[in-house]
Nanobody
Framework: VQLVESGGGLVQPGGSLRLSCVGS????????MRWYRQAPGKERELVAD????????NYADSVKGRFTISRDNAKNTVYLQMNNLKPEDTAVYFC???????????WGQGTQVTVSS
């Protein structure tokens, strides 16, 4: 099982990035996919999630209206489009796959996002 994130980097405030997370070794389409982030000295927090079927989504209040989560089950990929980035969005971003109806989770290794002028 693997989850591999990409797309992080350094961006100026107000800029945009799109993160990708590719899953393998499990039935991607059946899993709820989530993006978390962890800033230095802070706890990991849930940013957004998307259901396996139908694509229902939820967002943390801090990113509503700026971030969009989406998935392409044919490509085993979940995305996080991040617009109007702020310095407080600086963190390592992780994707997580959560199995339906049982406590089975997979994590990616994370990708660094730094928002700074």
């Amino acid at each position: 099982v693997q989850l591999v994130e990409s797309g992080g980097g350094l961006v100026q405030p107000g800029g945009s990035l799109r993160l990708s997370c590719v899953g393998s070794g499990f039935t991607f389409s059946r899993f709820v996919m989530r993006w978390y982030r962890q800033a230095p000295g802070k706890e990991r927090e849930l940013v957004a999630d998307i259901l396996s079927a139908g694509g229902g989504t939820n967002y943390a209040d801090s990113v509503k209206g700026r971030f969009t989560i989406s998935r392409d089950n044919a490509k085993n990929t979940v995305y996080l489009q991040m617009n109007n980035l702020k310095p407080e969005d600086t963190a390592v971003y992780f994707c997580k796959a959560a199995a339906p109806s049982r406590p089975l989770y997979y994590w990616g290794q994370g990708t660094q996002v730094t928002v700074s002028s």
